[in-house]
C-alpha cells in the first residue's frame, strides 16, 4: 500500500460504526509505554484539547535510537511511537507569533515528526497497515486541533493539512470512526490501534460529532466501546502493587514456632522481676534522701539577725535650734529635711555662712555622715529683686547660698560624691513676699536626707 493511500481495506462507506457511551482517559505516559512524561486529561482546555502556548511547540525528542529502543520494550510499540503526535493534541497552542513564517515552521515540525513515527514504525518492523491508519488518524485529528485555534480556523489551516499531505484525504472526520468500526469486529487482532484511536478521542478528537445535535453522546458512546474493548482485551490488573512481596517476606522473617511456650513466659516474669527490683531499689534510695534533707531542716542554724540599720533623727539632735524656731526638722521613714531660716544662716545679700550657725551645721554634718544616702541642699529667696556684680539675680544669690551650705558640710566629713546643690531663687515661695515677715520666711535653705 502506498504511503499517500487512506487505509481503504478497514472501511466499508456504506458502515456506520456503532458506540456507547466512555470515560475518558489520559495521554499516553511513561508507565507502560516508555518514559515520556504523562500528560493528564485535566491539562486541557475547555474547549475539550489541553493546550498551552506558554510550552514549545515540539518538546525536543530522545535520538532515533533511543526513541526506538522505548518503541521495542513497550507493552504497545504503535502507540509509544505515537506519544509524540498525541502530546501535539494536548499542547496545541492557543497563539502562534505574528510572522508570516510561523505557521509553514510549524507545519514543518509536524511534519517531520510524521516521517519520523513513519520511520520508527518501519524499524521496529510493525504492521504496515496499523502504522498507515495510525499515521491517518494521527494527522487527521492534528488538522482538527490545529482547525480549532484562533490562527487556523476559518479554513486557514486547510492550507497545511497533514492528512492531504500525507493521504490526499479529508474526510478523516467521518472515516476516523468507520475504521473504528470495522476494527472493532476483530479487537485482538487491532488491539494496538484501538487504543492508539481510543487516546485520540481522549486528547478531544470530535470529527463528524461536532456538528451534530447529539454528537456529545454519540462519541461517549464510542469512548465507551473503544474502553471495553480495551479493558476486556488486556484483562484485569492485579490490584497487588508487589504480588511477591509477602512470599519473599516469609524467607527472611519466619517464626520462631520451635520455642515453648512457658520459655517465653519465664523469660517475660524474669524481666518483670528484674524491673520491679530496680524500681523498688530507686525508690528507696530516694526515700532515705528526701529523709535525709527533711532532718537536716530541723539541725539547722538560724542565722543572726542583722543590726537594725540607723536612721536619722534630727529632730532630737536640733531641738534646742527648733524651739529657738531658726530651724524646722521633718523626719520620715527613709527621708529628713531641715529647713534653715537665711536670716539666721546669712547676712543680708551675703552668700557666707554666719558663724552663729557653725556649730548647728558641725553636728548635722556629723549626724549626716553617720548613715548612708543623697543629700541635697537648695537654696531659696525672697522675692526682692538684687542686683549686684556678686550676685546679678535672686538666682544666683540662691545657688551661691547652697553651694556655700554644702561646702561646709563636706568639710565636716559628708563625702562631696553624696552631695548636690539647687538654686530655686523666688519659684518657691513659702509665705506672701508683700510683707517683710514673709520675706523672711521665704528666705531660707532646706537640707534633705534620702536614705
Known amino acids: 500500500m502506498a504511503d499517500s493511500e487512506v487505509p481503504i481495506q478497514f472501511i466499508e ?9 466512555a470515560n475518558r482517559a489520559t495521554t499516553p505516559s511513561t508507565g507502560p509505554e516508555g518514559n515520556r512524561p504523562a500528560t ?17 511547540l515540539l ?9 526506538l529502543g522505548y518503541i521495542l520494550s513497550a507493552r504497545n510499540p504503535l ?23 510561523a505557521m509553514p515552521v510549524f507545519r514543518k515540525l509536524l511534519e517531520q515528526e510524521v516521517m519520523t513515527f513513519q520511520s520508527l514504525c518501519d524499524k521496529a518492523s510493525l504492521r504496515r497497515e496499523h502504522v498507515i491508519t495510525a499515521r491517518y488518524c494521527l494527522c487527521t485529528a492534528v488538522d482538527e486541533a490545529a482547525s480549532s485555534t484562533a490562527w487556523g480556523a476559518s479554513g486557514v489551516w486547510a492550507e497545511y493539512s497533514l492528512a492531504q499531505r500525507f493521504h490526499q484525504d479529508v474526510e478523516g472526520g467521518r472515516k476516523f470512526f468507520l475504521l473504528i468500526g470495522r476494527l472493532a469486529e476483530q479487537p485482538q487482532e487491532h488491539i494496538d490501534l484501538l487504543e492508539v484511536m481510543y487516546r485520540i478521542l481522549c486528547m478531544g478528537f470530535e470529527g463528524q460529532y461536532a456538528t451534530e445535535s447529539d454528537g456529545a453522546r454519540k462519541l461517549e458512546a464510542v469512548r465507551h466501546r473503544l474502553y471495553t474493548i480495551l479493558h476486556a482485551a488486556q484483562g484485569p490488573v492485579d490490584p497487588a502493587l508487589s504480588p511477591n512481596l509477602w512470599a519473599e517476606a516469609d524467607k527472611l522473617f519466619k517464626p520462631l514456632y520451635s520455642i515453648p511456650v512457658w520459655v517465653t513466659a519465664s523469660v517475660l516474669g524474669l524481666v518483670v522481676l528484674a524491673f520491679f527490683a530496680w524500681h523498688k531499689y530507686w525508690l528507696v534510695q530516694e526515700t532515705n534522701r528526701v529523709v535525709a534533707q527533711i532532718e537536716a531542716i530541723a539541725k539547722m542554724a538560724v542565722p543572726p539577725a542583722s543590726p537594725p540599720t540607723a536612721r536619722l533623727r534630727l529632730a532630737e539632735l536640733l531641738r534646742d535650734e527648733i524651739a529657738a524656731g531658726r530651724v ?12 534653715f531660716r537665711g536670716d539666721d544662716m546669712f547676712l543680708p545679700a551675703q552668700a557666707r555662712v554666719s558663724p552663729r550657725i557653725v556649730a548647728t551645721l558641725d553636728r548635722l554634718a556629723a549626724e549626716i555622715a553617720k548613715v548612708p544616702g543623697r543629700v541635697v541642699v537648695t537654696g531659696h529667696s525672697d522675692g526682692q529683686p538684687i542686683k549686684t556684680p556678686e550676685f546679678p539675680s535672686n538666682q544666683v ?28 531663687g523666688d519659684t518657691e515661695p513659702l509665705a506672701d513676699n508683700a510683707t517683710p515677715a514673709g520675706r523672711a520666711r521665704n528666705r531660707r535653705v532646706e537640707v534633705v536626707v534620702a536614705q
Open 13 to 21: 462507506d456504506e458502515e456506520s460504526p456503532s458506540g456507547s457511551q
Open 40 to 56: 493528564s486529561s485535566n491539562e486541557r482546555a475547555t474547549d475539550g484539547r489541553g493546550r498551552s502556548s506558554e510550552k514549545p
Open 59 to 67: 518538546d525536543p525528542e530522545p535520538d532515533v535510537e533511543e526513541r
Open 79 to 101: 502507540l509509544q511511537a505515537s506519544i509524540p503526535l498525541l502530546r501535539m493534541l494536548a499542547e496545541m497552542p492557543d497563539n502562534l507569533p505574528a510572522d508570516h513564517e
Open 328 to 339: 524646722t526638722v521633718k523626719d520620715e521613714a527613709f527621708r529628713s529635711s531641715v529647713v
Open 397 to 424: 544669690l540662691s545657688e551661691k547660698r547652697a553651694t556655700a551650705v554644702a561646702a561646709h558640710l563636706a568639710g565636716k566629713g559628708v563625702g562631696k560624691a553624696r552631695l548636690e546643690t539647687l538654686g530655686k
